[in-house]
C-alpha cells in the first residue's frame, strides 16, 4: 500500500515539475522543495529494492543469508543453489556522503554486491566447485547486465560507458585489480571463471554469450568479450578483427578498452591470415583519428606524440606476438624507437593499462623512482638551496625525482637550520623548502630548531611571500603550543604577520556566495582562522573564571578581526564564535559589544551565517549568550 501510494505521488510530482515547477516553488515558499534530478529515479531505485543500507551491507551480522547458503555450498550445485548465488551475487546501489562540493546532491553511491560476503562466497565456488562454474554463467552475465542497467538509469555515464576502468582495471587477473579493490570485480571474476569453465563443457554457449557481451552497449561486457578473444582457439580471427575495426576502428584506440586490445594483440595477433595481418598494420600505421583527441585540451605537439606513441605500441604488441610485418610497418617501428629510445615494454605490462596505481610494498615502487641525495654541509647545502627550484611533475612520468629533504630535516636538523638561516640572510627565499622544514620540525618535536627559523621569517620575509608560507606558520604554532614549546611573544608575533598579510582567497567574489564558501572547512584550513584558534586556547589556557576579563594581549587583537572592514578576517571571527560561550562567560560587556553584532542577519549576511556555523559548533548551551542572540536566532529560521 506505502509503495503504491509513494508512486503515485512521485508520478504526480514529475508531472508538476514538467509542467510548472513554479507553483511548486509558491506552495512550499522553497526553492529547496524542487528536487534535484537525481532525486526522483533514485527513489523508484529503493521502492524497486536496488537500494542496500550502508550499515547493512557492511555489517556481518545482517548478513544471516551467508550461514544458510555455506551449508547448500557443502553439497552439489543445485537450481536451487544456483538461484540463491544469483541472488547473493545481485548488484545493489550503496548510499554514502558526498565529498564537499563533490556534487550537487548531499550524496554519492556506488554499485555494490548484496551480500558483504561476496568475495568469500566466490574463493569458495572456484575452490571447491570448478567443475561446475559454468551452470553460473547466463545468471552471472543477467545480474552484471542489471547493475550497469541501474547506472545507466542514474545516468552516471562515466561507469557505465569507461566500463568500470578505474575500478576494474584489467579483466584478467592482475595486481592492478587488487589494488583498486571494487566489489564488482568479484562479480566480473567470477563470470570471466564461468565462461573459462563453460568453454570446455559447452563451447556454442560460450561462444554465444560473447557475441551477446560484445553487442552490448556498456563497455563492461565489451571488455569481457574482447577478454574471451584473447583465449586462442574460441573465437575465430575474423570476428575479433572486425570488432577492432568496427565503426572507424574505434575499439582499437579506445582507451577504455586498451588493456583487453593489447593483450588480444599480443597473444592472438599471430593466429591472423597474412592478409588480415597486413589490413590491421596499415589501420595501425594511420594512427587514431583526430575525433579520439578532445578539442581544447591537446596542443598539435601533445596529439602529435600521443600518436607516435599509441603507433609504437600496437606494433610492439604485434612484434612480441611474433607476427611478421610488412616493411613499412617494421621502418615506422624502428624510427619511432630510435626517436624514443626510452619506449620500452615493461615486464609487467604498465603499457597496457590508462591507470597505474603504485604505492609502498609494490614490487615496481622503489624502481620508479629517481632518488636525490642532499649535501651534508652547509655550505654546499646552501648553494643547493639557492639553485634547487620546484619540480615540475611530468605528464608522462609516473613518479618525481624524490631527495632526502625531510630526512635530513629529521636527522641533522641544526645542518638543514644553518644552511636555511645563511640563504634567508642573503635574500634566497626557498619557500617550499622552509615549509617542508617547519612541517617535519612540528610532527617530529625539533620545536628549538623550528622557533629559530619561525623568527627569523616572520621578521625577514618580504610581504609578497608571506601567504605563501602563511599557513604552515600556523600549523607549527599549533603544534608547538600543544606541546607547550611556543612562548606567548613568539606566538603573538606570529599572528599579527599573519593578521597583516593579504590573502589572493580572502576576496568578496569568493566568499560573499553561499555556493563556493563553506565557513567550517575553510576556515579551519586557513592561516587566519587557525592561529586565531591557537590564540583562543593561549587565552583560556587557565581555568575561565565569571568576568574574569580578557588579557589586553588578545583583547586588542581579537577586536581587529571584529572589524568587518578586512574580509580576511572572517576566518579568525568563525573561530570566535566557536568560543563565543566563554568569551561572553569571562567579558559579557565585550562580547555585547563586539562578538554578538557579528550574528545579526540585518547587518551582514554571510557574516551572520559564518558566526552561526561556528556557535552551533559549541557543546553547550548559556542561557546570558542566548537571551542576547535571540532576535538573530529566531531571524536564522528565514535564512
Wanted: net charge negative; glycine share 2%; proline share 4%.
Amino acid at each position: 500500500m506505502f509503495k503504491h501510494t509513494l508512486l503515485t505521488y512521485l508520478q504526480k510530482y514529475e508531472e508538476k515539475l514538467t509542467v510548472s515547477p513554479q507553483d511548486i516553488i509558491k506552495e512550499s515558499n522553497s526553492r529547496s522543495d524542487i528536487p534535484v534530478d537525481i532525486l526522483i529515479p533514485l527513489w523508484h531505485l529503493i521502492l524497486e529494492d536496488k537500494v542496500i543500507s550502508y550499515k547493512k551491507h557492511h555489517d556481518y551480522d545482517y548478513d544471516s543469508d551467508y550461514c544458510t547458503l555455506s551449508e547448500y555450498l557443502k553439497g552439489k550445485m543445485t537450481p536451487i543453489l544456483i538461484q540463491k548465488l544469483n541472488t547473493f551475487f545481485t548488484p545493489k546501489l550503496t548510499l554514502h556522503s558526498a565529498w564537499h562540493n563533490e556534487t550537487n546532491t548531499p550524496f554519492s553511491w556506488e554499485l555494490t554486491l548484496e551480500s558483504s560476503c561476496a568475495k568469500t562466497v566466490g574463493e569458495i565456488l572456484r575452490n571447491q566447485h570448478q567443475a561446475s562454474l559454468h551452470l553460473l554463467l547466463p545468471g552471472l552475465s543477467k545480474e552484471l547486465n542489471d547493475g550497469m542497467e541501474i547506472l545507466g538509469y542514474l545516468d552516471n555515464s562515466s561507469d557505465e560507458k569507461t566500463g568500470f576502468l578505474l575500478n576494474i582495471p584489467s579483466i584478467e587477473e592482475h595486481t592492478q585489480n587488487h589494488t583498486h579493490s571494487c566489489e564488482m570485480q568479484v562479480l566480473v571474476d567470477l563470470i570471466r571463471d564461468s565462461w573459462i569453465a563453460c568453454t570446455k563443457v559447452n563451447k556454442e554457449l560460450a561462444i554465444n554469450i560473447v557475441h551477446e557481451w560484445i553487442n552490448s552497449p556498456y563497455y563492461l561486457f565489451q571488455r569481457l568479450a574482447l577478454y574471451a578473444a584473447s583465449k586462442g582457439g574460441i573465437i575465430d580471427t575474423n570476428l575479433w578483427l572486425g570488432w577492432l575495426l568496427q565503426n572507424h576502428n574505434w575499439r582499437l584506440w579506445e582507451h577504455a578498452f586498451s588493456r583487453e586490445v593489447f593483450r588480444l594483440l599480443a597473444t592472438q595477433a599471430n593466429s591472423l591470415s597474412t592478409n588480415n595481418l597486413n589490413i590491421l598494420t596499415n589501420t595501425i600505421l594511420t594512427g587514431p583519428p583526430d575525433t579520439y583527441f578532445e578539442k581544447d585540451k591537446f596542443t598539435d605537439e601533445d596529439k602529435l606524440w600521443y600518436s607516435k606513441r599509441y603507433i609504437w605500441l600496437r606494433l610492439a604488441k604485434l612484434i612480441k606476438s611474433d607476427c611478421q610485418l610488412t616493411s613499412t610497418a617494421k621502418n615506422t617501428y624502428a624510427l619511432l624507437s630510435e626517436e624514443h629510445p626510452e619506449w620500452e615494454l615493461d615486464p609487467d605490462q604498465k603499457e597496457e593499462f590508462s591507470y597505474w596505481i603504485c604505492g609502498t610494498g609494490d614490487p615496481d615502487f622503489e624502481a620508479e623512482i629517481e632518488h636525490i641525495f642532499l649535501p651534508r654541509s652547509t655550505t654546499e647545502l646552501s648553494k643547493w638551496l639557492k639553485m634547487d627550484t620546484d619540480t615540475k611533475r611530468s605528464s608522462r612520468r609516473c613518479f618525481e625525482p624524490r631527495d632526502d629533504w625531510q630526512d635530513l630535516c629529521q636527522q641533522e636538523p641544526q645542518l638543514v637550520l644553518d644552511a636555511l638561516l645563511s640563504i634567508i640572510k642573503q635574500q634566497y627565499w626557498n619557500i617550499p623548502r622552509i615549509g617542508e622544514a617547519l612541517e617535519t620540525w612540528r610532527n617530529s618535536g625539533h620545536f628549538e630548531q623550528g622557533n629559530l627559523l619561525l623568527r627569523t621569517v616572520i621578521e625577514s620575509i618580504p610581504e609578497n611571500l608571506c601567504e605563501k608560507l602563511a599557513r604552515e606558520i600556523a600549523f607549527y604554532c599549533e603544534s608547538a603550543h600543544k606541546n607547550k614549546q611556543l612562548d606567548e611573544e613568539l606566538l603573538l608575533f606570529a599572528a599579527d604577520r599573519i593578521f597583516s598579510t593579504s590573502y589572493e582567497d580572502s576576496i568578496p567574489e569568493k566568499m560573499n556566495t553561499f555556493e563556493k564558501y563553506d565557513p567550517l572547512n575553510t576556515s579551519l584550513n586557513h592561516a587566519v582562522g587557525m592561529i586565531t584558534r591557537t590564540l583562543l586556547n593561549n587565552c583560556f589556557a587557565d581555568k575561565i573564571k565569571p568576568n574574569k576579563g580578557i588579557d589586553d594581549k588578545y583583547r586588542i587583537r581579537f577586536e581587529k578581526l571584529c572589524s568587518l572592514s578586512e574580509i580576511k578576517y572572517r576566518h579568525g571571527r568563525f573561530a570566535l564564535a566557536t568560543r563565543s560561550i566563554a568569551l561572553y562567560h569571562v567579558n559579557p560587556a565585550w562580547a555585547k559589544k563586539y562578538l554578538i553584532p557579528l550574528f545579526d542577519w540585518s547587518r551582514d549576511e554571510f557574516e551572520a551565517s559564518s558566526a552561526w556555523h561556528g556557535f552551533l559548533r559549541q557543546p553547550a548551551i548559556y542561557k546570558p549568550l542566548l537571551i542576547d542572540l535571540q532576535k538573530s536566532c529566531l531571524e536564522m529560521l528565514s535564512h
